[in-house]
């Protein structure tokens, strides 16, 4: 069992929690991902990993209520435990295994939207940790869905907050800050988004534009998390790969968003899964390298 040491609600259906879970806190890095059950007969729940600390053996996890399991979920408290909390699974991100002395030749933008500002965080906290310093956009709809705010402006090197209604910081979305910033004469080597898939397909557009690399974390389309269902298949580069196995990283002006949105929508009934397995066939699933599709 893992105990939950903090469980606290920090906006409108988006709830953070503290585990104890020593030998995932001793091996993980920033872009991973637990895997989560609350009983034994549990469905499996993949969250990323924001915060951990190897000292104490916890990690930190945020999510947010999208159905009935996490619905239970933040019913928990602390003191209560998880039965299952696995990981770290998916690959680290790139930056952790470049060299830190390279990576302060680098300009870093981070792109933030909603939910997403949890797998953010470890990243540019990890950075700030090296002496690098990194211009993060914090989106949300409302100043009232904003999370992690103190928590992201102790690591940034800048911190630029977005409120789609215009109730907090800048007005408009995240790419009009981007825009912004880039008019004002700032230069980046590498830009990492993650939120909201339309987010991400947005700024990828605007940074292909702009010849800035982009990274984008595909974390929002995972279910199973091993490879095995298929819900997380995507293509990136023309070829097949499966966010929780392959990813959760990858190159964003190579990732196709329009297919991977639509075929989010589709999954999501039994008779939609049942259609593309019949159209995608032995490419439906098998992530893990390990099954026969």
């Not at 906006?11 to 890095?29: D, F, P, S, W």
């Not at 499996?44 to 947010?64: A, H, N, S």
């Not at 770290?88 to 933030?112: H, M, N, Q, T």
């Not at 880039?182 to 230069?187: M, T």
Request: some cysteine; overall charge negative.
């Amino acid at each position: 069992m893992y105990k939950i040491l903090k469980a606290e609600e920090l906006t409108t259906n988006i709830y953070l929690m503290e585990v104890e879970a020593g030998r995932v806190a001793k091996h993980c890095q920033p872009g991973q991902f637990v895997i989560v059950r609350m009983n034994e007969e549990g469905e499996r729940i993949p969250l990323t990993i924001c915060d951990y600390d190897r000292e104490k053996g916890t990690i930190t996890i945020v999510f947010q209520i999208v159905g009935a399991s996490t619905q239970m979920m933040a019913g928990l408290k602390a003191g209560d435990s998880f039965h299952d909390f696995v990981g770290p699974l998916g690959c680290a991100s790139e930056i952790v295994k470049e060299d830190p002395e390279r990576l302060k030749k680098k300009r870093f933008l981070f792109v933030a939207g909603g939910v997403g500002t949890a797998p953010v965080y470890p990243q540019v906290k990890w950075l700030h940790e090296h002496g690098i310093a990194a211009d993060v956009i914090m989106g949300s709809k409302t100043k009232e869905l904003l999370i992690l705010e103190k928590e992201m402006e102790a690591v940034a090197g800048n911190l630029y907050v977005t409120t789609d209604d215009g109730s907090y910081g800048r007005s408009g979305m995240v790419t009009q800050t981007i825009k912004d910033l880039v008019a004002e004469g700032k230069q980046y080597d590498q830009c990492v988004a993650i939120g909201p898939m339309i987010m991400m397909k947005f700024v990828c557009l605007l940074t292909k534009e702009l010849q800035i690399p982009t990274i984008v974390s595909l974390n929002p389309i995972m279910v199973d998390g091993t490879g095995m269902c298929g819900a997380c298949r995507v293509t990136v580069g023309g070829k097949v790969k499966f966010a929780c196995v392959d990813g959760p990283e990858f190159d964003g002006h190579q990732v196709d968003f329009d297919e991977a949105m639509s075929r989010q929508q589709i999954y999501k009934t039994a008779e939609g899964r049942a259609f593309l397995k019949a159209k995608e066939g032995a490419t439906h699933h098998g992530g893990c390298g390990n099954c026969n599709g």
